[in-house]
């Protein structure tokens, strides 16, 4: 509850604030923020995350279905009713680790990216900024 009030109150403070700067500042913090978005340093780190959306975004979902289609497989194989069942059970604890693996390197993947971009943006490197070696 006390983090509804509190966006409540921040929004209410941000609209007084907001209404009393009047259209003319408005414009005016707007036209900085598009300076500041549109310059090649900040246009660099976005291509850099979007390039790194495109190429990490399918490994997780596809080690999803790819675990999918096996537990299916080993579920509808040939044998009896048990035997099936044995089948499909092994496959899941072998593909659950294989997404558990693939899920742990997307997001160690996600945050080396968010350190490198800080790196870049700060000027940091990767020893001075956070004790990396």
């Known amino acids: 509850m006390r983090g509804k009030a509190g966006l409540v109150i921040g929004i209410a403070i941000g609209y007084v604030l907001g209404t009393r700067a009047g259209r003319e500042r408005y414009e005016q913090i ?4 598009l300076k500041v978005w549109n310059m090649d340093p900040v246009q660099e780190q976005v291509g850099k995350v979007k390039d790194f959306a495109a190429s990490t975004a399918m490994a997780l979902p596809s080690t999803l279905w790819d675990s ?20 499909a059970i092994k496959v899941s604890k072998d593909q659950a ?22 790196d870049d943006a700060t000027g940091d490197t990767p020893a001075a900024g956070r004790g990396g070696a």
């Not at 707007?30 to 923020?33: D, I, P």
């Not at 680790?97 to 800080?118: E, F, H, M």
């Open 30 to 33: 707007k036209g900085q923020w």
């Open 97 to 118: 680790d294989d997404v558990g693996t693939a899920a742990k390197t997307s997001a160690k993947a996600a945050k080396d990216a968010v350190d490198d971009l800080i």
């Open 68 to 87: 999918a289609v096996k537990v299916t497989r080993a579920a509808t194989s040939k044998g009896s009713p048990g035997q099936k069942l044995d089948a």
